[in-house]
């Protein structure tokens, strides 16, 4: 099955400062490749993804980009702010109503006002 | 966008009573919706799948007794925590992905058990 692999566990930056999270995955047939934030106490929430088809998505500071030939997919964080510290967590997903997510371990963004 | 609520929020227990936990998207049909357990400063471990009108499909080492899911309806999906234990304390979160198109993912806000 989808094996993946999310680095680092924790990392801390300087507010305004960029944060970079990496994560590989193994199933070349993964499609689909969502990633969330979860703030303590809360369940994760979606904050971008990005199918295959797809080099790289941005949404404001947020930016997601795929290497399918090298099978990972990173999340950009430009001009950090303390409210985005959080655990952040990878996934990838097989097929178009794909049932099955394989979650990273998550890292967890500390920054630093 | 889509909206899975999740309740209760947090409920303390007595040990040996059983819990239940819901899963509801507000704004859309799930067919499949996941159960999952959270250790603190850890992933997601997904003990179950929930398909609509259909028994659920658990993980290996999670035990279908004591852990009773329900997927009822497109909406609703029950997690209840039979014969709870001080073991079992733990955050509980449902995930649900709609019924037509693509497999995006949404979560519940999550529900924290204690066991006493």
């Known amino acids: 099955g989808e094996n993946v692999e999310q680095h680092p566990s924790t990392l801390s930056v300087q507010e305004g400062d960029s944060a970079v999270i990496k994560c590989t995955y193994s199933d070349s047939a993964s499609n689909y490749f969502p990633w969330y934030k979860q703030e303590l106490g809360k369940g994760p929430q979606l904050i971008i993804d990005?199918?295959?088809?797809?080099g790289e998505k941005k949404d404001q500071r947020i930016a997601v980009t795929l290497n399918k030939t090298a099978k990972h997919f990173s999340l950009h964080i430009t001009e950090t702010q303390p409210e985005d510290s959080a655990v952040y967590f990878c996934a990838a997903s097989v097929g178009v109503k794909g049932n099955q997510f394989y979650f990273g371990t998550g890292t967890s963004l500390t920054v630093i006002p | 966008g889509a909206v899975v609520s999740q309740h209760p929020s947090r409920v303390i227990c007595k040990s040996g009573t059983s819990v239940k936990i819901e899963c509801r998207s507000l704004?859309?049909?799930?067919?499949?919706m996941f159960w999952y357990r959270q250790f603190p400063k850890k992933s997601l471990m997904l003990m179950a799948t929930s398909n609509e009108g259909s028994k659920a499909t658990y993980e290996q080492g999670v035990e279908k007794d004591k852990f009773l899911i329900n997927h009822a309806s497109l909406t609703l999906s029950t997690l209840t925590v039979t014969s709870a234990h001080p073991e079992d304390s733990s955050f509980y979160i449902c995930?649900?992905?709609?019924?037509?198109?693509?497999?995006?993912?949404?979560f519940g806000a999550g529900s924290r058990l204690t066991v006493l």
């Open positions: 990005i199918r295959s088809n797809v």
């Open positions: 995930s649900a992905s709609a019924a037509t198109g693509a497999n995006v993912l949404t």
């Open positions: 704004d859309f049909q799930a067919t499949t």
